[in-house]
């Protein structure tokens, strides 16, 4: 069961004669049911109450969402059960099962909230390649969270105009203090750099995180800012949690930050974006666009300017089982990211002064794997237009040493891997090995343009931090201590010339 205070695993349960309520016992968590047990995890879907599990095609190995209360109830009370019309029903006396992240591993309420079932998806930290992911819980140590600080989300809705969130400035946070604050000038340079970045919704160390990422940032920006400075930068997986963080971060070096419509009233995640404040006189358009097929909550998150035309996304996840059925997410990515390409395509049209469109972020894109087929196609085969450059196989063709080339055409021996659990000790090994983050160009008619560079970022742990993960797979449950790294993704850089 994925629930928004944890995942918990429900074992001894005969599939053919248990109810939800069983289920409901089996979680054996004292906190009160907010939404139903339901196939999906936007709870939508709700579970029928007066069928057995087996006739709702459920078995062990099953997953399922709900939404639970931040507060904890009476241990003598459980969870309540609620029929398909949300009235309450009586619950029967709990059995014992094993659980994973159950009541006696607490969340902090603002953290609780900020993992809302609207936008969860599967844990990645303990899948294996070409195995089914495991929808691994985690758990925190008592020093795990840092001090909460206050921002206020950009206001905006959906194709409208929004304004500049400003928040978090009388905080006795820590400030990036490595590197100094630079004005950039954006006049007649040809060159600009843009970023993405999944920050990883995770509990771990909300603060030193933040505080890790825009210093990650700040020291990419110091080393661009001559030739082609750092203007925009797309995230994803920022929760209220984190923006409260990551936001005055973000502020001190430079940059405003405009958030996904929701994630301060909902306490989902969504993206945002980042954009350095010599860029506030040019911006033109900022807004967002749900995707049309979309169970969690995804979109286009854009900036235009007058020159380019920046999108953010984090397209379609894997989400174990909906409505009875297998969820990889991998229709719903490819759907999205040709809406994405139309919507770019349409803006190049319509503004042609627009040098590029940009689409810069966590695609989930799976087309590159070494012992199987992805679950995707080729992402550039797929999309319509044949100009669209992918800015890091773009950056591995011009290498000098053949034996990192990577040509477009090939979809074997890939690098470049922002998801990598053999490089991010976070991750505590494992063959996961994925470039789900990317950065895809599209030229503007007449135009051209090159990638001068390509890097990752936010490859090292933070020093003297650790965290204590818990998870199940395949039975076996353990607990681990791992360091502390700024994500589970590593951050992309992309410097990009303009001809």
Not at 295 to 314: E, K, P, V, W
Not at 355 to 365: E, M, Q
Request: glycine residues 6%.
């Amino acid at each position: 069961v994925r629930s928004n205070l944890g995942t918990f695993r429900v074992d001894r349960l005969s599939h053919s004669s248990c109810m939800v309520q069983d289920v409901l016992d089996g979680m054996n968590c004292n906190h009160r049911l907010q939404k139903p047990l339901s196939f999906d995890p936007s709870c939508k879907f709700p579970l029928n109450v007066a069928k057995t599990l087996k006739e709702q095609d459920l078995a062990h190995g099953s997953m399922i969402y709900c939404t639970i209360s931040n507060f904890q109830e009476n241990s003598e009370n459980p969870i309540p059960v609620y029929n398909n019309n949300e009235k309450l029903l009586p619950s029967p006396q709990q059995r014992h099962v094993t659980t994973v992240a159950s009541s006696k591993r607490t969340l902090p309420p603002t953290i609780a909230t900020a993992l809302h079932s609207n936008l969860n998806i599967i844990n990645l930290l303990d899948s294996d390649d070409d195995q089914s992911i495991n929808a691994g819980g985690y758990t925190t140590k008592n020093n795990a969270r840092d001090d909460h600080v206050e921002v206020v989300e950009a206001s905006f809705g959906t194709k409208k105009r929004f304004k500049t969130s400003s928040g978090g400035e009388n905080t006795n946070i820590s400030q990036p203090q490595n590197l100094p604050v630079s004005t950039l000038s954006i006049e007649n340079n040809k060159a600009i750099s843009v970023a993405t970045y999944n920050i990883w919704f995770g509990p771990a160390h909300p603060k030193s995180r933040m505080l890790a990422i825009s210093q990650a940032l700040q020291a990419s920006s110091s080393l661009l800012k001559n030739n082609s400075p750092l203007m925009l930068i797309g995230f994803q997986e920022v929760t209220s949690e984190l923006s409260r963080y990551l936001s005055p971060f973000m502020k001190k070096i430079g940059y405003s930050m405009h958030l996904q419509p929701g994630i301060e009233t909902t306490g989902g995640y969504g993206c945002a974006i980042a954009f350095h404040q010599d860029m506030q006189s040019l911006i033109m358009e900022c807004s967002f666009i749900p995707f049309e097929n979309t169970i969690m909550q995804r979109g286009i998150l854009y900036i235009r300017t007058c020159d380019h035309l920046f999108c953010t996304s984090h397209l379609e996840s894997y989400a174990g089982f909906v409505s009875g059925k297998k969820y990889t997410g991998a229709k719903e990515r490819e759907k999205q990211v040709l809406e994405m390409e139309r919507f770019c395509q349409q803006q190049l049209n319509i503004y042609p002064s627009l040098k590029f469109a940009c689409i810069a972020g966590d695609l989930n894109w799976d087309d590159e794997r070494t012992r199987s087929e992805g679950d995707n196609r080729e992402l550039l085969k797929l999309l319509t237009d044949s100009r669209w450059v992918d800015a890091y196989l773009d950056s591995r063709e011009k290498t000098k040493d053949p034996d990192t080339t990577v040509k477009k055409s090939t979809r074997k021996k890939p690098d470049g891997f922002t998801y990598d659990p053999k490089t991010n000790p976070m991750l505590g090994g494992g063959n996961l090995r994925r470039r789900f983050d990317r950065c895809l160009f599209l030229p503007q008619k007449k135009t051209s343009m090159n990638i001068n560079k390509f890097q990752l970022i936010g490859k090292e742990a933070i020093p003297n931090l650790t965290y204590v993960k818990k998870t199940s797979f395949r039975g076996i449950e353990k607990s681990t201590t791992v360091p502390v790294v700024p994500s589970d993704h590593f951050g992309v850089v992309v410097s990009v010339q303009i001809n």
